[in-house]
């Protein structure tokens, strides 16, 4: 546990970041969501500059413009934009419905999460697995109730399901108002305004207005009649039986506040924008070995969560992912990789700035930058101003799926290799080389990986692969003293193989293997995770 009694009081650019990431099932409108914040960002900024009808235009252009370019949201990882006085680092988990090691890892390099539900399903299982996860880091959760311009379940049924199946307190920030076809708009509970959707312009802000409570004869004017009186009789319903939002129980992840809205409508998306801001957390104190580090450390330190090979396949870089956990980095600073105690001149450091790439001059503790490498940077790497600290907490998973591989072309075995080995390196499959027989075999939490590996290979290396049952189906590894595990390796020659770090593997399909493996050698170490270091 995190010792976060004492917040310290953040400088100003820091306490105004906001880390955080989008769980959802698929289909629930993250993508959707991800492009209208992103256009909140970039349009917001522009808005400020002049305010004329031309240049309102001009906003909207821009916006159809990145509705051209869906997609750049999804292959960009992590992305950053500004809303009122926030910055937001949004760092998105992947966009298949795999449940990858790689979201879990990218859950570590938040300090909290919008969890995106269909008004119309409720929770479904991906979010339900996603929600376990940050449930184990106590991370913050901020809930958007998405599709309310369709028929969606009744308010209170789908506030009671997240209650129950994620037993977290839920408290109604805003109160929708009709349903489907219906649906006009929320009543903000937290400020007692209205805000209505725009049917005919998907891409215009909501509209907002004040109103002097529920007895307001204003509400009259904007709500029809029917829909008035179930709006006060469900938001009285709501004060009375529902918690009122705590703010300290919210930071503390034992309460979600909830907007509903329409992403594809631009609706709800502000309210929710504003809400992360207010609600959500501060950049947090980062747990590490011998000690934690505070984001108000004057010094920089940050760690690796993420590689990303081939992000564009013409040039065959890598990126590696770094959350700043502590201090003002600027470019050009000479940073220690506290695993090799090696300087490292970080000389184009990137950020992804709404669609664009472009060179981070500098960052904050919170933000997210990428840093272009050639191999050095793993997941799980810290970087220091010399302090031999690490970061603590990058899961790394037991491989729970193996199988063999091979490259469609015999010929083609050693392209194969080099492209198991970078996947390797990124953290997204885990390969063994057996040490009898050609071949390799990879190893993977979710079936699904299998596939996307496939596809990335053949994609990225113009490989057709095959991925074929293997004979083995857990993997171990092996540490200890030397000599055991010389003996050892060489009694079990048929069972060993390295992985791609050359460390040494006993692959098996039998638990009773390792048991006995257990007994007959008490001096080695068999585990199922090797430590991302
Ligand atoms: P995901 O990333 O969570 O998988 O979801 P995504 O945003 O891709 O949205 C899934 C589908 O739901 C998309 O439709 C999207 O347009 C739609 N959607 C998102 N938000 C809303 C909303 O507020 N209301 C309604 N009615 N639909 C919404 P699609 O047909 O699968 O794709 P597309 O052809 O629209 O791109």
């Known amino acids: 546990m995190l010792d976060t009694s004492n917040q310290p009081t953040l400088p100003p650019e820091i306490a105004r970041r906001r880390t955080f990431a989008i769980i959802s099932h698929p289909d629930a409108g993250k993508t959707t969501l991800t492009e209208k914040f992103l256009l909140y960002g970039g349009a917001i900024q522009m808005a400020g500059q002049v305010r004329a009808k031309g240049e309102a235009r001009r906003t909207r252009s821009d916006f159809m413009q990145m509705e051209k370019d869906r997609g750049i949201s999804v292959s960009a990882s992590a992305m950053s934009f500004d809303y009122g006085n926030f910055r ?26 919008v969890m995106v539900i269909d008004g119309a399903k409720g929770v479904e299982s991906q979010t339900q697995k996603l929600f376990e996860v940050c449930r184990l880091r106590d991370l913050p959760i901020l809930t958007f109730c998405n599709k309310m311009d369709r028929e969606s379940r009744d308010t209170f049924e789908i506030i009671d399901e ?9 408290t109604p920030a805003a109160w929708p108002i009709g349903v489907g076809r219906d649906f006009i708009g929320c009543y903000d509970m937290l400020r007692d305004r209205l805000e209505l959707m725009d049917r005919a312009d998907r891409n215009k802000v909501a509209e907002s207005i ?26 009285e319903m709501a004060r009375e039986l529902l918690p009122a939002l705590d703010p300290q129980a919210v930071l503390e992840g034992h309460m979600t506040p909830i907007w509903f809205g329409s992403a594809i409508n631009s609706f709800g998306v502000k309210e929710l924008m504003e809400g992360i801001g207010a609600y959500g957390p501060q950049p947090q104190v980062q747990s590490a070995e011998p000690r934690q580090i505070s984001p108000d450390e004057k010094k920089v330190a940050g760690f690796v969560f993420k590689v990303q090979a081939n992000m564009d396949p013409k040039h065959r870089d890598r990126v590696a992912f770094v959350r700043m956990a502590s201090g003002h980095f600027k470019r050009g600073m000479k940073l220690t990789h506290v695993r090799s105690k090696k300087p490292m001149a970080i000389s184009n450091p990137v950020l992804f700035l709404a669609s664009d790439r472009e060179l981070a001059e500098e960052a904050w503790a919170g933000d997210i930058i990428g840093i272009p490498n050639h191999g050095q940077l793993r997941i799980g790497d810290t970087l220091t101003e010399g302090e031999a600290i690490r970061v603590t907490g990058i899961p790394s998973f037991a491989p729970e799926l193996l199988q063999g591989v091979r490259a469609g072309d015999p010929m083609k075995a050693k392209h194969l290799e080099k492209a198991l080995m970078q996947f390797a390196e990124e953290g997204a499959a885990k390969v063994f080389k057996p040490s009898i027989g050609s071949g390799f075999i990879v190893g993977v939490v979710g079936a699904l990986q299998f596939e996307v590996l496939a596809s990335r290979i053949e994609m990225e290396y113009g490989l057709p692969v095959r991925f074929e049952a293997s004979q083995f189906t857990s993997a171990r590894w092996v540490s200890g003293d030397k000599a055991e595990v010389e003996k050892f390796v060489n009694a079990n020659k048929q069972h060993i193989a390295h992985d791609h770090d050359g460390d040494i593997v006993y692959l098996t399909r039998l638990q009773w293997d390792i048991d006995r493996v257990v007994r007959d050698y008490p001096a080695l170490n068999l585990t199922a995770t090797k430590e991302m270091m």
């Open 88 to 113: 937001f680092n949004l760092v998105d988990t992947p966009g298949h419905s795999d449940f990858s090691e790689d979201t879990y890892r990218t859950l570590t390099a938040v300090d909290a999460a």
């Open 162 to 170: 997240i209650q129950e199946m994620l037993a977290i307190d839920v």
């Open 210 to 235: 004040e109103i002097n409570g529920l007895g307001d004869p204003k509400l009259a004017e904007h709500v029809p009649e029917h829909l008035l009186d179930k709006l006060l009789e469900e938001v």
